[in-house]
Nanobody, 122 residues
């Protein structure tokens, strides 16, 4: 059974930091693209960052460049999203997802985990 479990969300003040984790099971983790997406209330789901498990290719949304960093530990089947200098507009439910091919589009990601809520207070 494929599972992706995101955790690490919480309430943080603006300017603070959080690290999200995504633990995967049930598929060949190192061969998949793992993406972080978020959805704020009343808004569409948007991509935050994606990383290729094979070559480490990484992309970030312009809104998070310089503040967020992704990393992954293939041995632990875990993907991380380090978020720094958080802003109120980062408030959203954050999801991790897996795709067999390179993409940054949510519809291309086959496997999704339950999200974790990040709330940034100003």
């Amino acid at each position: 059974e494929v599972q992706l479990q995101a955790s690490g969300g919480g309430l943080v003040q603006a300017g603070g930091s959080l690290r999200l984790s995504c633990v995967a099971s049930g598929f060949n983790f190192e061969q998949y693209i793992i993406g972080w997406f978020r959805q704020a209330p009343g808004k569409e789901r948007e991509g935050v960052s994606c990383m290729d498990g094979y070559d480490g290719k990484t992309v970030y949304a312009d809104s998070v460049k310089g503040r967020f960093t992704v990393s992954r530990d293939n041995a632990q089947r875990t993907m991380y999203l380090q978020m720094s200098n958080l802003k109120s507009e980062d408030t959203a439910i954050y999801y991790c997802a897996a795709s067999a091919g390179w993409s940054t589009l949510p519809e291309r990601f086959k496997y999704w985990g339950r999200g974790t809520l990040v709330t940034v207070s100003s």
